[in-house]
């Protein structure tokens, strides 16, 4: 192997997590134990994502194999990337090695040497001997795994190369407050009003890193709250938002209860803005915001035919036969929330018990639920599309929702990243995340974090004492 160079030995939950992970270390090499092989054959079957991942790996590595020849194995095979795979391209690629002999790493002798994380440092304690002269490093989504490789003196690290930002603090977050001198540093400012919205130019300062749909606000008595409707040449369009606070202008009987929720309404009602993503502890309001401006818009404004609600269930991508039923009766017992919000939009003030009933067969009608599992293919025409619990899907999963949207379609993505249920899923790798980090910049989305709990003074009290 190359001096200078190091040697990632890759584990089966990182190629099972991203099966580019081969092609991402740039001049460096990879070396897989045949430990790791044989638990990617033994996970191949099935029709999860995880198993589609190790048949895509097995893909990866055989096309590698026959390119590189019968002496390339023991010679090391260059690792060139597959046509038509868009990855940013090294200078200089490395090789792939194979272990092609049992290692004997007396280290672990004695420790359950059948285990399948034990015979992956045993291998890589014989690959650190044979390559004194090379760094060796092991990659794993395992933290276990990654102490284990610390007590025995094997550097270990985590796969970061599909992290959407290096911190979850440094997320956007959709609002900004502005400086009490706001308008004493902008001088230039040209105002006018349109279609009953009072509107704002002015000259974008290097200080002020703004992104199309984003909310600023002044607190305090001059209490402003204006979003970018416009960004273009350095000069930003500002636009005073609509109030949905007031009793007069709620969306379905839903008001904001705070400022981060009327900006989400502001959002959510805007036909200009096509993918919304909202993130938020429980009680922040996100479903049912989501929902209310939903009915709004297909019910009394027809702009989309009907309301599609979908959730990432833990199980995502593997078979919901074990419930009776059809699909929708399948996903209902995941709906529980859909189904707690529908209680607090479907009350009519007359009518009674008949009207409550008669309003909800009709807002039944409008509302689909749908399963994750059988989205690949389809395409959304005129559609209000909800997705809950969007931290738990991956960033591929996302990416094959997003890509369902036909014309006239809206989606919106709700989520909690401090409730993530998928294995190896983190708040820097989430889909949710990766969405709202990718999204900022382009003019048809927008984001908001809501902060504040609006359920209960019990659940508002419980959230912060225990």
């Not at 930002?165 to 001198?181: I, K, R, S, T, V």
């Not at 540093?185 to 704002?200: P, Q």
């Amino acid at each position: 192997m190359t001096r200078g160079k190091r040697i990632y030995v890759l584990d089966t939950n990182v190629l099972m997590h991203d099966p580019t992970a081969l092609f991402r270390f740039e001049e460096h090499d990879v070396f897989i134990p045949m430990t790791v092989l044989e638990e990617l054959d033994a996970a191949k079957k099935g029709a999860s994502e995880v198993s589609r991942n190790a048949r895509q790996v097995s893909r990866f590595l055989n096309e590698l194999i026959v390119h590189g020849g019968a002496d390339g194995i023991n010679q090391g095979i260059d690792l060139i990337m597959p046509q038509g795979l868009q990855l940013k391209r090294a200078d200089q690629i490395g090789k792939l090695y194979f272990q092609t002999r049992t290692a004997e790493a007396p280290a672990i002798h004695g420790k359950k040497v059948g285990l399948p994380d034990n015979q992956i440092l045993a291998s890589v304690l014989s690959l650190r001997e044979q390559n004194a002269k090379s760094p060796v490093v092991l990659v794993s989504k395992d933290i276990n795994l990654r102490i284990k490789a610390s007590i025995y003196g094997i550097p270990a690290e985590d796969y970061e190369n599909d992290r959407a930002l290096d911190d979850f603090n440094l997320l956007y977050a959709g609002h900004n407050e502005l400086p009490e001198d706001f308008w004493s540093r902008h001088e230039e400012v040209r105002s006018w009003s349109e279609r009953g919205h009072a509107f704002y130019e002015l000259k974008v300062r290097e200080d002020e890193d703004w992104h199309p749909h984003q909310f600023l606000y002044m607190p305090g008595e001059n209490q402003l709250e204006l979003r970018v409707a416009k960004l273009r040449g350095g000069v930003a369009t500002l636009q005073i938002v609509e109030d949905y606070s007031k009793g007069s202008h709620t969306v379905w009987g839903v008001g904001a209860r705070n400022r981060e929720q009327n900006f989400a309404m502001n959002a959510l009602m805007d036909p200009e803005v096509d993918f919304v993503t909202l993130l938020g502890t429980a009680g922040t309001g996100k479903t049912l915001l989501a929902l209310a401006a939903g009915l709004a818009q297909t019910m009394d404004q027809q702009r989309y035919r009907e309301i599609i609600m979908t959730r990432a269930t833990v199980s995502v991508g593997d078979d919901i036969g074990f419930l009776p039923g059809t699909e929708e009766e399948k996903m209902t017992p995941w709906m529980g929330a859909l189904t707690d919000n529908l209680e607090v939009l479907a009350t009519p003030t007359e009518g009674g018990a008949w009207g409550r009933a008669a309003t909800n067969d009709l807002l039944a009608s409008r509302i689909k639920i749908r399963s994750l599992n059988f989205m690949r293919g389809r395409t959304f025409l005129n559609r209000y599309v909800i997705i809950d619990e969007a931290q738990n899907l991956t960033p591929k999963q996302m990416k094959t929702l997003l890509t369902r949207a036909g014309p006239g379609t809206k989606m919106i993505c709700l989520g909690n990243v401090e409730q993530i249920d998928t294995p190896y899923l983190t708040e820097t790798t989430s889909g949710l995340t990766y969405a709202v980090d990718r999204f900022k910049v382009w003019q048809h989305s927008a984001h908001v974090t809501l902060r504040r709990g609006e359920r209960s003074r019990l659940a508002d009290f419980a959230s912060e004492v225990l």
